[in-house]
């Protein structure tokens, strides 16, 4: 439950939203992608109102604009890895050949080009998320949202996510991360908003270490 | 037990939709077999019951007065293979009218102009005894007592008056009783013994009828070789007719043989598409539920008692829809009962059989509990902890798939993919399909064949037929009806049963005088007569599996007549020839009916009514109805109707069980792809799409089976029928466009199975599903 809350995130920004648990972190990533509409009040993503928007248009505006990384990774088992990339590509109508070669590339990129054939309950946690945004960037959205996605995932293998997430942004991509971890947001985002009870507490911006810069 | 119980009832609750989807497709199937049940209990024994009950004869037995007295005929009594006899009766073959309306009576395929008319005293006696239904048996001149069946038929009541015709006086009779006897036919009417010869038409020769039980008379064999020894025992040709109790029986048994042939296996379908949607259910159930069925076992339940669960499951709807479906079978029973006690002239049997009301519902139950046991004890063998720990079963490995292709919209590759995701699944519902499309290719085959029989079989170019009493001549019919202006053709006829020798039973055979050819039978193979000594041959009762091109020998009148069969047709007798060929045995016959062709335009109803006003007492022409006369189609096509809607209506609710499962096994993958930007209607696509997969699969694997089955049912009331035509008769008349009609009927029954599935797919959460808070 969100009340009261008014922001604005810019284009390329990697913003991590902060807050414990029932904070309303997913709602506002839920709200954002258009899963959830809100009671009151406007969500605009990119110039584009959700509220006045269909469940299709709603579907469309996810597959054009928004990837989705989330926690438990929800992945389709009965599709490879690959296909697992290429099926959103292939929802938002994109050339065949394109996608393909993109799919590899990306799969490639995260390191897990080789594991493409393989059947995600082959793969370790880890390699699961990296199917998953590689998934959510197929369709080159402009915005990815991360809810917790690195909740799943052991320390170590955290911190190579996260990496991933950084070395996006830093090609452009606005990322809207949700997490409870401070410390790992605070050493990975630019920007910290920090809800309790679904109202702003705090929206401050980092220098990449964890230290705060303004406020 | 009780565990079990507190368990399974629970899951009834949990499963609402699930109970109610096998309480609908059970007490379709129940139904359905209550209503096999009871008639086949009920239809295939009032002969028998009857036949014992009124002391049937072995052999009624019909003597020409004019060669053989009635004591010659009593005196058979004495043959030494003779145990009974009742008679000999004194009889005539009577015309009657009532309110100037001729009563016909049926008689096999035909209208016969005249009822025999019996002198007898008295109902009862050790033989051939009758039952008075209504009213009562006649006590003296000016009463009849008519079959029951015949009263219904002509809606005849007692108390009601007709006229004698065929005599100068014209005798006016009260109908004062209905009976029943162990004789189908309703061409029967019974009066006091001395009035008989009273009402006899002129010139028309009486006979006596006396009825006979036999020491041996199991078979037909034995009624001939019975028959052999009452023909010695009087004059040469003294035996002018005879029909034994074996040809009441299987004239009683034809239709309803015909109809439950049908019904058992319909029954049969829905039992089997009942069983497999059972299984389907159960096994559904149980790949969903490993962790639970874990955790039953880690808590003490023993295997037995696991499958118990799955079991109690299935049989909680299965029995309540007995409770519904064994009233609603024998509701569904009684017009045929009624109809098929009307044909025997009985009163209705009941629709309620006990040991039907008890056996098909156990066999029911029986059937569904196997069903639902065999997937089940998949769950009694699970281990506690593997199952615990898995939580659903994993999908096998044919459930891996690709994307598919680009061409083909991605929801309706994965759709189409989802199909045989839990392949046995899928299959039970391709087979639930396979079920409903063959049943409808069946029905469409049988419909098709009917019209094609009746196409074949439809009345040759004559519109009306006209017989005469023998008091008024066969030079004075032609007279008068070559007067009539709009007469085209007249073709006198004689039926006659023509023995072959070394064979024990005769064949119908119908002598033509006249320009026959011109009457237009449809002929199946070679040509018509054109000459003496040669015969066509009907296709349908060709007993003795005679041929094209081949000489037989049979006798007619006691005479051996040699016959070159030179062609075959479309038509119910075995024999047709030419006059000359019967002139050369009986050159002194004379037809006695005569069949009628119209000049085009004519008003035939004004035909019949001007023959009529020139010899209303002699002369009875009848307008020929269209059709054939085979009158069964109209029941077996309701039938055929009705049980291939039922059992669409189980395909369906396979369908849509299958993909209720299958929508609830794959929530969280719905809700990953509508997170990706899947649209409703794209969801909704792919869950039809999944339907329309097990739809086709089922349609083509059901069109072969449909025509096997069609083929096998029309050979099978062919050879109930004793007809000597097959299914490659008539295999021309499954029409091509028909298949793709049913092939898409069958599509559309798994898409309308899908489209509440779809629906609630369509509208799943993803924030509920993928717990996104």
Redesign the interface.
Known sequence: MLDDLSLQIGEGEFTAIMGPS?SGK??L??LV?G??RPTSGTVTVGGTALASLS??EL??????S?G?V?Q?F???????VF?NV???A???GAQ?AASRVRAQQLLNELGIGAKARD?P?KLSGGERQRVAIA?ALINRPAVVLA?EPTGALDSNTGEQVMELLVALNQRGQTILLASHDLQLAGRYTRRIISLRDGKLTRDSRTDGQGQEVTQ | MRPVLTKAFADVRRHRLQTLVVFVIAALAITVGAMGGTLLVQTSSPYDHAFADLAGPHLVAVFDARKVTSNQVAATAGLAGVTATAGPWVAAEVPFEKGGTHLTATASFSQKATLTVLGRDDPGGSLDRLEVVSGRWVRGPGEIVVTRSFAIGRAVLVGDRITALGTSDKSLLTVVGEAVDANPNPDRAWVASGIVASLNPVDAPLSYVMAYRFRVATSRADIRADLNDLEAAVPAGAVANYASYLDFRDSYNFNNSLILTFLLAFVVLAVGAVAVIVANVVTGAVLANYREIGILKAIGFTPGQVVAVFVIQMLVPALAACLIAVPLGAIASKPLLDQAAEAISLPPPSPLVPIVDVLVPALGISVIAAAAALPAWRAGRLNAVDAITTGTAPLGRYTKRRVGWWRVPGQLSLGAGDAFARPVRGGLTAVAILVGVATLVFASGLYSAILKFNDLFAQPNFQVTVSRLGGYSDLDTNEVLQRQPETNLIVGVHQLAAVVPGQPDPVPGTIFRGRSQQLGYRLAEGRWFAKSNEAVLGVVFNPYHWRVGQEVVVRIDTEPVHLRIVGTCYCFWTLGMDWSTYAAVAPNAKPIDYLVQLRPGTNVDAYVRQVSAAQPDFLFPQAISSGTGFNIEAILDAMVAALALILGAIAGLGVFNTLLLTTRERVRDIAILKALGMTPGQVTAMVTASAGVLGLVGALLGIPAGIGLYRYLIDAMARLAGFSISSDTFTSAIDPGHLLLVALAGVLVALLGAILPARWAARTSVVNVLNLE
């Open positions: 029932g997913s709602t990533l839920n992608a899963l959830d469940e299709a579907a469309r505006f996810r597959r054009a928004i989705f989330f438990f929800h992945l389709l088992n009965n599709l490879s296909d290429l099926i959103a292939q929802l938002s065949e059947y309950v998934r809810d």
